[in-house]
């Protein structure tokens, strides 16, 4: 079975500092691993995907991930946030593409 | 295409009620999948579809859960006999085979 953890319900960091969320995942079979953001009242969008390959990943609004299969880790980073940033992000695995396994979620402040 | 609708976008209903949500997938999507976010928690599956068929179902989906997708089109999620620990955020996605999952903006119900 797999899952996911997310070290940290809420990450405060200024406008223009680095953004870290963590992720930790667990699968017995290599993982495809995912980070989605969520807006108030929205639905689930998805920033960046690791299935294969290189192991640092580039998504959407200059995010990016890590996958390390020796740390079982995949964390998002961002050099320079910004106020858009501020939402709720959430790390997610699968096998194979199949059904996704989130972990509980990171709310990211930005302060002005 | 718009992307994955879902309606309605609320619902309020009595304990003990019966209530149908519905999800419109991306129109060449063949999966469709159904997730249930409840408050400070990451989305959980429910269930998905490839085309019109079933193929999972979490342990998460008691008997009073019934979900369909006549035709391999749009989907229905019904639950019968409402209970308050059934007020939660239910998201559907779409994908084409096994890729990425487009989700929708959720259906949120509130049991009183």
């Known amino acids: 079975a797999q899952s996911v953890t997310q070290l940290g319900s809420h990450v405060s960091v200024s406008e223009g500092a680095l953004v870290l969320l963590r992720c930790n995942y667990s699968s017995s079979v290599p993982p495809y691993l995912f980070w989605y953001v969520q807006y108030p009242n929205q639905g689930l969008q998805l920033l960046l995907k690791?299935?294969?390959?290189?192991?640092l990943v580039k998504g959407i609004n200059g995010f990016e991930a890590e996958f390390k299969k020796s740390e079982t880790s995949f964390h998002l980073t961002k050099p320079s946030a910004h106020m858009s940033d501020a939402a709720e992000y959430f790390c997610?695995?699968?096998?194979?593409?199949?059904?996704?396994?989130f972990g509980a979620g990171t709310i990211l402040r930005v302060k002005s | 295409d718009t992307g994955v609708s879902q309606d309605p976008r609320h619902k309020i209903t009595k304990r003990g009620q019966n209530v149908t949500f519905r999800c419109d997938p991306i129109s060449e999507h063949n999966r469709l999948y159904w997730y249930r976010q409840t408050l400070g928690q990451g989305p959980e599956f429910l269930t998905y579809?490839?085309?019109?068929?079933?193929?999972?179902k979490s342990r998460l989906l008691s008997d009073r859960f019934s979900a369909e997708r006549p035709k391999g089109s749009f989907s229905t999620l019904e639950i019968q006999r409402t209970e308050q620990g059934d007020s939660a955020m239910y998201l559907c996605a779409s994908s084409l085979d096994y890729g990425e999952q487009f989700f929708g903006p959720g259906t949120r119900l509130t049991v009183l």
């Open positions: 997610a695995v699968s096998v194979r593409g199949n059904k996704l396994v």
């Open positions: 579809f490839q085309n019109e068929a079933q193929l999972e």
């Open positions: 690791y299935t294969t390959g290189a192991t």
